[in-house]
């Protein structure tokens, strides 16, 4: 008997079920059956290819089964992160109380060692874009984050401050099997963009500062370490600190180092990471970096790689629901035929897997590149390595932005779309995880850089870089590999919108001129997308 007929029974009783279903998407692998994960793994791991293949087989069944689950479980509004300001005895602890299946999820994940040094950069990467088909889950920012704060500390190595190194070693290697979790602090109520604005104070005291104002976005509010941007007394420029969340032997008895936290925030989506409000009385921070250089520092290294990982989250996300949709579509029978089998929808699925295959092609490239630089991150514009190596930092940087703001964009129109070809069902919080990850990419897209900001930065830094690195050498590097007409025609169109206001003052030619450059960005990123899918499909055949 067909179980998916909706034949009513006899008595009236509804025979429809969703079984055969819920069956198939549960015994899914996220690695074992997405044939296009494992052709871009071979395609940029080359001689590797086959370890690693082994590895991520034997990762994969946890992330989409077990890690799965404990997600699901997570996003429930019941078990939603809350705070104990106090204990019994009117010590005040700022407890942030999370489910224990939070914590078991964030112990196996970060349990892996996904940033130590015995595991490779391809092995972490394709492991990361599983875990991110989770949403954000709870790890997916403390991951982010923890990266960031690992290269920050590998970039500055400091004899003065052992501290730092333990610190490294915490959350790189794991000190007796625990995993430090990393956060950054930088937005505050008057600017997350605008970073030169930030007010809080840090005090001097010998070596290390004292950290006194408020921090409003607090991601990661129960973080081991966090990255936290301040101005030394007297300064007006921002610099860039280490703060522990507990000193030494203080994280038992939950006596934080000199900060509260007000509150946890009520959020759109990634609901099941605690973003809290930060009031700092003293806390101690360890100085990171060049004195007063944290905007660049904390751009180029910490949000850059912010920025990068969010798009291979996207990718992620994407890939998770074609996969979901196409098992639906083929499931689901509306008015005698599979839903796959309506042209309408047959599009909306093409369009989707489109999309997951560019952008995850893509995410995969511009790591490409990344690894193959020396020294990938830098505070600010490369000025002084030598010039062929500075356009491929620059590409890298922009190609990073770029990825930023489309992967974002197209995410939210992807898993709408996957939405709706669930119909109904698609909007069902425990129906699928697809509305949860709709809400957490809205998320991503505005943190790290909301999409004005980022487009902002992209069109003053070509402007920047002209007298070596022309707009139309620019397009043609990034483009390499497209058919020359189509070069042309970008690099004819970006050298004309240099000309025009985009970042002037208000006018019906300026709106309009913006209106271009947010189509031309998306276009452009997108053909760069469509290169690495192309390339990587003739390689697999
Ligand atoms: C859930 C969540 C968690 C977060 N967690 C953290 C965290 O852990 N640590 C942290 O430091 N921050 C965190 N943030 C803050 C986040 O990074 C900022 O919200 C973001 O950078 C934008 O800053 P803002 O909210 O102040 O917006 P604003 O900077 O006020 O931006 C408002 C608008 O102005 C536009 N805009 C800004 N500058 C320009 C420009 N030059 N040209 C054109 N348009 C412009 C923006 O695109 C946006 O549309 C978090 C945010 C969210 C939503």
Not at 161 to 170: G, V
Request: some cysteine; charged content about 25%; overall charge negative.
């Amino acid at each position: 008997m067909n179980t998916t007929s909706h034949e009513p029974t006899t008595k009236g009783k509804n025979s429809y079920t969703f079984e055969e279903f819920v069956e198939k998407r549960k015994n899914l692998d996220w690695y074992r059956d997405e044939l296009f994960l494992q052709q871009a793994v071979k395609h940029f791991t080359g001689s590797e290819f086959i370890s690693l293949h082994r590895a991520v087989l034997s990762f994969s069944p946890k992330v989409s089964s077990r890690w799965n689950r404990l997600a699901e479980q997570n996003a429930r509004p019941e078990v939603r992160p809350y705070m104990v300001h106090y204990d019994a005895f009117n010590n005040r602890i700022d407890r942030i109380v999370r489910p224990m299946e939070m914590q078991q999820l964030e112990k196996e994940v970060f349990g892996e060692g996904l940033f130590s040094n015995k595991m490779r950069p391809w092995e972490s990467f394709v492991k990361r874009m599983l875990i991110h088909q989770l949403g954000e889950a709870g790890v997916a920012c403390p991951l982010t984050c923890t990266i960031g704060l690992i290269a920050l500390l590998e970039e500055y190595p400091d004899e003065n401050h052992p501290e730092l190194q333990e610190i490294l070693q915490h959350t790189k290697e794991g000190l007796e099997g625990d995993y430090a979790i990393g956060a950054q602090f930088m937005s505050e109520m008057q600017g997350g963009s605008d970073l030169p604005a930030n007010v809080l104070e840090a005090v001097p005291d010998g070596k290390n500062y004292r950290l006194y104002g408020n921090k409003f976005f607090c991601s990661v509010a129960h973080a081991d370490y966090s990255v936290v941007t301040a101005k030394i007394t007297g300064s007006d420029k921002v610099s860039t600190f280490i703060v522990p969340s507990w000193m030494p032997g203080d994280k038992e008895s939950e006596k934080r180092n000199g900060y509260q936290i007000n509150r946890i925030k009520w959020k759109m989506g990634t609901a099941e990471l605690p973003t809290g409000e930060i009031q700092y009385d003293g806390a101690l921070a360890y100085p990171i970096g060049p004195v007063g250089k944290g905007i660049a520092v904390a751009v180029g290294i910490v949000l850059t790689l912010s920025r990068l990982e969010i798009g291979i989250a996207c990718a992620g996300f994407m890939l998770r629901a074609a996969r979901e949709t196409k098992l639906y579509s083929d499931f689901r029978t509306v008015f005698g035929k599979k839903v796959k089998d309506y042209p309408l929808s047959a599009r909306t699925l093409k369009r989707i897997e489109n999309a997951a295959e560019r952008t995850t092609a893509g995410a995969f490239k511009i790591y490409d590149l990344f690894l193959r630089l020396d020294r990938p991150l830098n505070p600010g514009i490369p000025k002084d390595q030598p010039l062929e190596l500075r356009k491929q930092l620059f590409n890298l940087r922009e190609l990073v932005l770029l990825q930023k703001i489309c992967a974002t964009n197209e995410g939210a129109e992807v898993l709408r779309d996957a939405i709706s070809i669930f119909g109904g069902h698609g909007v069902m919080e425990e129906f699928s995880s697809l509305p949860r990850i709709f809400r957490d990419v809205v998320v991503n897209e505005q943190w790290e850089g909301p999409r004005n900001l980022l487009l902002t930065q992209i069109y003053r830094d070509i402007q920047r870089v002209a007298d070596w690195y022309s707009p139309i050498e620019f397009v043609g590097s990034v483009l390499s590999g497209a058919p020359q007409e189509k070069v042309e025609h970008y690099a004819e169109r970006l050298t004309d919108l240099l000309q025009k206001p985009v970042c002037g003052e208000i006018s019906e030619e300026s709106i309009m001129a913006a209106e271009e450059w947010d189509a031309f960005s998306d276009s452009f990123f997108k053909e760069y997308q469509q290169i690495a899918l192309d390339e990587l499909k003739k390689s697999t055949g």
